[in-house]
């Protein structure tokens, strides 16, 4: 299962979806939907979004076992 | 606030209803064998559906100058309440367009079914349509819903 920090370094970052969905070049609907879990996003968008935090894209998104 | 009213699915709800009415308002006049005779209430209903599909095509094309990036092609097959601006929009159509297609494979039989018990009439499968319409703008309505809670 793909989880993500995007909420949380959003937070550190003082950054609103709004923010952040400028920052990506998507909505704010597609970032609410991110942080959610509900969707997965491509992998292009997912290095934009580590990008925009400058992060490396594992920082933000890992991979994490269902019975965990 | 244009964009979202452009892109409603009451819109077309409300389209498809009309032309509904319209089609029953023809068969009405087929049916009486007088040829271009429209009772006054047809006529004030075909004069609402002009001016309705008047405003629609200025708000179309006040909302394409407004938002260039998320046009909506007037003469275009694809929906206006289709999202597509970016990949979760079009995950979310994805979704909605996949509850669709459940409740169709189930209300589509059911529907078939039911007009056998009703006294067999244009009105009747009319009315029938129009509910399995309904149904459908609901269930694509709730799912966009659903999803874009965020």
Redesign the interface.
Known sequence: MLVNNVRELRARFRWS?QDLADAI????????????G??S??IT?ALRIAAAFKLPVEEVFYLKEEDE | MLSRVMRSPLISTTLFLVVLGDIYLLMKVIESGEPYQLSTTGRIYNYSLAVFLCLWYTLVILHNRRSPKDRINIWGIIPPEFREVDEGQQWITFKACRNVYIYYSICLPCAALALLFFPSSYANTLMMLGLLGLGQYAVYSLTNWKYSRV
């Open positions: 979806q070049e998507a909505t704010r609907q597609t970032v609410g939907l991110i942080e959610k509900d969707y996003p491509s968008l």
